[in-house]
C-alpha cells in the first residue's frame, strides 16, 4: 500500500491530449468525491464544483484561454469554486482548493483517466463564471480537464531535494 | 491500484494525538519528496520546507499556537513555505502549497504514519519565522505535525456529494 501511494504521487502528470472516448458519469462523480475529501480549515468544505461534458460550452469556454486546444480536447472539464458564503481566510481556503484539485488529478489516474489543472483561464473567470451562468457568491479557483490519456509519455521534473529542504533542526 | 488510491484519499484523516516513538529521518524525507511532486503554475516549485524534530524548538513553536499540545506531542513538524523569489501569482502559489500538503498526508498514512495540517499557526507567522530564523524572503503557508498516531478511531464528515456539484452541464 505505502509503496502505491507514493508511486502514485510521483507518477502523476499533467495530460494535456485526450482520445475522443467519453469519461463515464459514475467517473466523474468518483473525481468530485476525491475532491471533497480534501482537508479544509474547519472543515468548512468550500469547494463547489461545475462539471461540463456539453460539446458547445466546452467549445465557449476555450475561448477563454490560451490552452484552447487542452480544453477542446478534453472529454470533460471541472470547474472548481469556492463558495464566498463559506470562505474564512483567503490564503486557507485557496490553499484547500489546491488539496482538492490534487486529490482530483490523482483520482482521475488512478481510474486510468488523466487531467491536467488550468490555472491560466484565471485571467478571464468572469468571462468563465459568464459562460456557466454562475452568480457572484462562487469564485473560479480553477478549470481541471479531463480525457482518457492520448499517451502516457509525459516527461516532468523537480529540482533535487536538497533544494527543498532549507534547515533540518 | 485505482481502488487503493482513492481509499487512501478516503481515509486520510487528521491525526492529532501521537506515540512518543521517533520518525525516522528518510520517512521525513520521503514525505517532502511526495510533496514537490505536487503540480505547480508553470512548475515553479515554490514551496520550502524546514524539518523540525529538535524538542526545545518544537516547545518554543507551542506557544506560538492555539493548538499546542499537538505541536509538543508530535514527534517532527514541517514547515512550508513559499520562497518569495519564486512565486507568480498570489493564489496559484497558495493553491499548490495546498496541494504539495495534502501529497505530504497522503504520503505520511501510506508510510504508517500520520499528520495534521496546521493552519492556526499564520496568525503567529513573524513569531514562528524568528523562532526558526528564516529570513523576510520565506512566507510560511503552513505547518505539518507529524508522528505515530497513537490511535486510529478519527471520525470526519462531508456534506452530500450533491451539496457541492452546482451543475452538470
Redesign the interface.
Known amino acids: 500500500?505505502?509503496?502505491?501511494?507514493?508511486k502514485?504521487?510521483?507518477e502523476?502528470r499533467?495530460r494535456r491530449e485526450f482520445t475522443d472516448k467519453a469519461i463515464a458519469g459514475d467517473d466523474l462523480?468518483?473525481i468530485?468525491?476525491?475532491?471533497?475529501?480534501?482537508?479544509s480549515?474547519l472543515?468548512n468544505?468550500p469547494?463547489?464544483?461545475?462539471?461540463?461534458?456539453?460539446a458547445k460550452?466546452r467549445e465557449e469556454l476555450s475561448a477563454t484561454t490560451h490552452y484552447s486546444h487542452i480544453v477542446l480536447g478534453a472529454q470533460a472539464l471541472i470547474a472548481v469554486?469556492l463558495d464566498s458564503e463559506v470562505v474564512y481566510?483567503p490564503?486557507?481556503d485557496?490553499?484547500?482548493?489546491?488539496?482538492?484539485?490534487?486529490?482530483m488529478?490523482?483520482?482521475a489516474?488512478?481510474?486510468?483517466l488523466g487531467g491536467v489543472?488550468l490555472?491560466q483561464i484565471?485571467k478571464k473567470k468572469e468571462q468563465v463564471c459568464q459562460i456557466?451562468d454562475?452568480s457572484d457568491r462562487?469564485e473560479l479557483?480553477?478549470v481541471v480537464a479531463l480525457g482518457h490519456p492520448a499517451h502516457y509519455d509525459q516527461k516532468?521534473?523537480?529540482?533535487d531535494?536538497n533544494h527543498?529542504?532549507?534547515?533540518?533542526?
Request: charged letters at 15%.
Open positions: 500500500m505505502a509503496n502505491k501511494i507514493i502514485a504521487i510521483h502523476r499533467s462523480q468518483e468530485v468525491r476525491a475532491g471533497i475529501w480534501a482537508p480549515g472543515n468544505q469547494w463547489r464544483f461545475v462539471i461540463i461534458t456539453d460550452i469554486f481566510d490564503v486557507k485557496q490553499q484547500s482548493a489546491g488539496a482538492c484539485i490534487q486529490n488529478l490523482l483520482a489516474e488512478a481510474l486510468s489543472w490555472g484565471l456557466l454562475m462562487y479557483a480553477a516532468s521534473n523537480r529540482k531535494l527543498f529542504i532549507l534547515k533540518t533542526l
